[in-house]
């Protein structure tokens, strides 16, 4: 079965970046809207940022101005580049294909 793969999260120092990719088990499942989510201990996940097949992109208020959604069609994968991360931004993150499973997630924990 075709499943979502989530990959780059990690411990960084507020401030860092850390870049999250996110693509199908096979690459031929192509990705044209995908959306990450997050999930903080003792919270609801929420939505961070989404991209449209026409590249049109939504940022939640949280993530405007320091994270940004970009593909590599040739890979068929979709990056969320977070830069400037602060302690709030420490969550596991999850990449959301429509008719896809959601994967593993993947963790991002900005501490000092």
């Known amino acids: 079965q075709v499943h979502v793969v989530e990959s780059g999260g990690d411990l960084v120092q507020p401030g860092g970046s850390l870049r999250l990719s996110c693509a199908a088990s096979?690459?031929?499942?192509?990705?044209?809207?995908m959306a990450w989510y997050r999930q903080a201990p003792g919270k609801q996940r929420e939505l961070v940022a989404a991209?449209?097949?026409?590249?049109?992109?939504y940022y939640s208020d949280s993530a405007k101005g320091r994270f940004t959604l970009s593909r590599d069609n040739a890979k068929n994968t979709v990056f969320l580049q977070m830069n400037n991360l602060k302690p709030e931004d420490t969550a596991a993150y999850y990449c959301n294909i429509p008719d896809l499973p959601w994967g593993q997630g993947t963790q991002v924990t900005v501490s000092s």
């Open positions: 096979e690459s031929r499942f192509s990705i044209n809207v």
């Open positions: 991209i449209t097949g026409g590249d049109r992109t």
